[in-house]
């Protein structure tokens, strides 16, 4: 497993996220209300809608295009919709506040 510093806690507002590139995938990394980080693919799996634009309540964010419920910490879209995005370990330096995705065998690039 590869270990990528994609950014830092104090660049991410709460309830917020920042995106980040690794190879062709965006992925939205979050901040939640409790101080905890998350990290999904930014891909609606209905149409396509960036969810790092979406609004995040509690565990959760709400699509932008068709308010679909995603969880943050499996990925999983909420019924009555069905589909699920990919999530991505993370990890967070306590001293530095250094945001780590945790990726198995991918040599991609971050950007």
């Known amino acids: 497993m590869r270990r990528y510093a994609v950014t830092t806690l104090s660049d991410i507002q709460c309830q917020r996220s920042r995106v980040v590139r690794l190879g062709d995938e965006e992925i939205a990394v979050f901040r939640l209300s409790d101080g905890t980080v998350r990290a999904i693919e930014n891909r609606c799996p209905h149409k396509g809608g960036k969810l790092s634009e979406g609004i995040v309540c509690g565990r959760y964010v709400f699509c932008p295009l068709h308010d679909w419920k995603i969880g ?9 919709d069905e589909g699920c995005v990919r999530t991505y370990p993370v990890e967070v330096d306590e001293k530095t506040g250094t945001v780590y995705l945790l990726v198995s065998e991918r040599s991609a690039m971050i950007s």
């Open 72 to 80: 943050l910490d499996d990925g999983r879209v909420q019924p009555p």
